[in-house]
């Protein structure tokens, strides 16, 4: 099983960026996938979530309007598009498959907003 995240890097306040996640090694279509973060001195938090065929998605308040989640099963992979940045977005984005008891983790992707 693997799980790679890629798209991070620095960005400006007010800047966009599009977190992509490729899975291998189980049945992506079946797991719900999610994206959470890691601010420096905070606990890992839930950004968002999306169902596994795409139909439902939930994303924290903190990014509501600003990000949004989507999947594409026939690439195995999930995308976290990040607008209207702000410096309390900084974190590591990490994605997560979860099916049952299952889960997998990536091992995330540094997301710099600053001036």
């Known amino acids: 099983v693997q799980l790679g995240e890629s798209g991070g890097g620095l960005v400006q306040p007010g800047g966009s960026l599009r977190l992509s996640c490729a899975a291998s090694?189980?049945?992506?279509?079946?797991?719900?996938m999610s994206w959470h973060r890691q601010g420096p001195g905070k606990e890992r938090e839930l950004v968002a979530r999306?169902?596994?065929?795409?139909?439902?998605?939930n994303l924290a308040d903190s990014v509501k309007g600003r990000f949004t989640i989507s999947r594409d099963n026939a690439k195995n992979t999930v995308y976290l598009q990040m607008n209207s940045l702000k410096p309390e977005d900084t974190a590591v984005y990490y994605c997560?498959?979860?099916?049952?008891?299952?889960?997998?983790w990536g091992r995330g992707t540094q997301v710099t907003v600053s001036s």
């Open positions: 999306i169902s596994s065929a795409g139909g439902t998605t």
């Open positions: 090694g189980f049945t992506f279509s079946s797991y719900a």
């Open positions: 997560k498959a979860a099916y049952g008891v299952m889960n997998y």
